[in-house]
Antibody, heavy 112, light 107 residues
Framework: EVQLVESGGVLVQPGRSMKLSCAASGFTFSSFPMAWVRQAPTKGLEWVATISTSGGSTYYRDSVKGRFTISRDNAKSTLYLQMDSLRSEDTATYYC?????WGQGVMVTVSS | DIQMTQSPSFLSASVGDRVTINCKASQNINRYLNWYQQKLGEAPKLLIYNANSLQTGIPSRFSGSGSGTDFTLTISSLQPEDVATYFCLQHNSWPYTFGAGTKLELK
């Protein structure tokens, strides 16, 4: 059974950092590009960042470029999202996804 | 960025009705269009990929069509469990972009 389990979401103050993790199982993690997608409360979906199978290529939406870093450890079947200089507008549920498979999401709240 | 205009935003239909949801891309995205269903409090679920391919395990009452800029998701006979919000996603070019969603309710 395919599982993507996100962790790391908490309440954090603006300007601080947070790192999300996503543990994958049930499929060959190293064969799939991976991504983070977010959804602000009562809003639509927003594709945040994508990483290639090897980790050699990454893509970010403009609003997080320079602040967020996506990475992966294929040996551990784990995806990461390092989020720095967090803003209130980053408040959302963050999903780890292959586009086909999705985790259940982790809530990140940025507030003073 | 490619803009995805999804319509309608809200849809009320009866069990057994044929339902169609549309997405229009601001430029050619070939067939790189997925459809997702999201129920309240749940993660999105992939229904259709590459415009018209039915994801494994999804009921055959769901179908997708279109190419280029205009795409349609059709539910041939609405069931109570289809109450959800539906999103399209273009994955032709970065940044990938979603439609704003269609909230489907039972009449």
């Amino acid at each position: 059974e395919v599982q993507l389990v996100e962790s790391g979401g908490v309440l954090v103050q603006p300007g601080r950092s947070m790192k999300l993790s996503c543990a994958a199982s049930g499929f060959t993690f190293s064969s799939f590009p991976m991504a983070w997608v977010r959804q602000a409360p009562t809003k639509g979906l927003e594709w945040v960042a994508t990483i290639s199978t090897s980790g050699g290529s990454t893509y970010y939406r403009d609003s997080v470029k320079g602040r967020f870093t996506i990475s992966r450890d294929n040996a551990k079947s784990t995806l990461y999202l390092q989020m720095d200089s967090l803003r209130s507008e980053d408040t959302a549920t963050y999903y780890c996804t292959t586009a086909r498979y999705w985790g259940q999401g982790v809530m990140v709240t940025v507030s003073s | 960025d490619i803009q995805m205009t999804q319509s309608p935003s809200f849809l009320s239909a009866s069990v057994g009705d044929r339902v169609t949801i549309n997405c229009k891309a601001s430029q050619n995205i070939n067939r790189y269009l997925n459809w997702y269903q999201q129920k309240l409090g749940e993660a999105p679920k992939l229904l259709i990929y590459n415009a018209n391919s039915l994801q494994t395990g999804i009921p055959s009452r769901f179908s997708g069509s279109g190419s280029g800029t205009d795409f349609t998701l059709t539910i041939s006979s609405l069931q109570p469990e289809d109450v959800a919000t539906y999103f399209c996603l273009q994955h032709n070019s970065w940044p990938y972009t979603f439609g704003a969603g269609t909230k489907l309710e039972l009449k």
